[in-house]
């Protein structure tokens, strides 16, 4: 653990944990929030999944959004990467393909904010028993 050597030191800190708080007082309820799974396997990250995952986090945080953003791996689409699901409350998911940080920010502002689908969407090709 690193030393607090500042004020400014305190308050990051302060903030990490407020953060980390925040997404597991989120995971006793998840179904009521909207989900978003960034696929971030080899294939993924290869692609910019990293970056789209940090453009969703600030993006959620900016807009205060109540969602869950959390990591997958493969989900089977390694040609569509990087790939985000989301699953807004009492929908099915939606997987979104080629997704940049432009593409994540439309996700968040049309799809999620407005109920607006955009181009991307991949189609579903399984079935849940």
Do not use: W
Not at 22 to 41: G, H, T, W, Y
Request: net charge neutral.
């Amino acid at each position: 653990m690193t030393k607090i050597k500042s004020l400014d030191d305190l308050r990051n800190r302060k903030l990490q944990l407020e953060q980390s708080m925040d997404i597991r007082e989120k995971s006793n309820n998840p179904e009521s929030l909207v989900q978003i799974k960034v696929a971030m396997a080899t294939c993924g990250i290869a692609s910019g999944a990293r970056e789209v995952m940090n453009a969703l986090l600030e993006k959620v945080e900016k807009e205060k959004v109540p969602a869950v953003i959390t990591q997958t791996g493969c989900m089977g689409y390694c040609y569509a990467e990087p790939t985000v699901e989301v699953k807004k409350p009492g929908h099915d998911p939606v997987v979104f393909s080629y997704v940049d940080v432009k593409k994540a920010g439309e996700i968040v502002d049309k799809y999620i904010l407005k109920n607006e689908l955009l181009d991307g969407i991949l189609p579903v090709n399984y079935q849940t028993i």
